[in-house]
């Protein structure tokens, strides 16, 4: 079975990925069918050749989850957070606008419903 697959690369400490195309048989950083992009999760980077990977599914190829990931942010766009845990800052600034914009809305009701009740 062939798999599209991340093959390490990079120094110790200092992941950066290969996407490839391989057999599933193969070792993790063995012999690969194609490079099909990279993948650098310290600085949130993906590089795909999209028409080779489209080219490898329509073909029957597996993605593994964090591949199968990568390939959906890079269709939709969507941002890559990095390392997992790791909190982008403009989350917690909307979180907090989102949390003050629910009690504006919570005082707001109470106040009708006060005026309609006297």
């Known amino acids: 079975m062939v798999k599209i697959r991340l093959k390490r690369t990079g120094k110790k400490n200092a992941p950066c990925y290969r996407v490839v195309v391989a057999d599933s048989r193969s070792p993790r950083d063995g012999k690969v069918i194609e ?9 949130s980077s993906e590089t795909l050749k999209m ?16 591949v199968a990931d990568i390939i959906r942010r890079v269709k939709t766009g969507e941002p890559t957070c990095g390392y997992k845990g790791k909190k982008k800052p403009e989350d917690a600034a909307a979180k907090a606008a989102a949390e003050t914009a629910e009690e504006v809305t919570e005082e707001a009701t109470e106040e009708a419903a006060e005026t309609a009740e006297g």
């Open 35 to 43: 490079i099909v992009g990279l993948y650098d999760p310290r600085q």
């Open 51 to 66: 028409d080779r990977i489209d080219y490898w599914l329509s073909n029957g190829a597996q993605p593994t989850e964090t």
